[in-house]
């Protein structure tokens, strides 16, 4: 069964695990696409427009923000 972009949102936007215990899995999971940047913008909830700066700035952001936590 193929997963929609929206199953892959919902299915990790609520995973608790940690990313090191899952990691395995989403990779799987994104496989499954066959517009990968289509699935990782709708799983983060940015825009497909994003240039590549805008990207590594938000992941930027994003590993910041998880290493304090």
């Keep these: 069964m193929t997963m929609t972009p ?9 995973a608790d695990a940690r990313e090191r215990q899952s990691v395995q899995e989403h990779f799987i999971d994104l496989r499954q696409y ?15 427009n994003l ?5 590594l700035e938000k992941l930027l952001a994003l590993n910041l923000q998880r290493s304090q936590a």
């Design 51 to 55: 240039t590549d700066e805008e990207i």
């Design 34 to 48: 066959k517009c990968l940047d289509e699935a990782v913008f709708a799983a983060y909830g940015w825009s497909p």
């Design 6 to 14: 929206q199953d892959f949102v919902s299915k990790w936007k609520r």
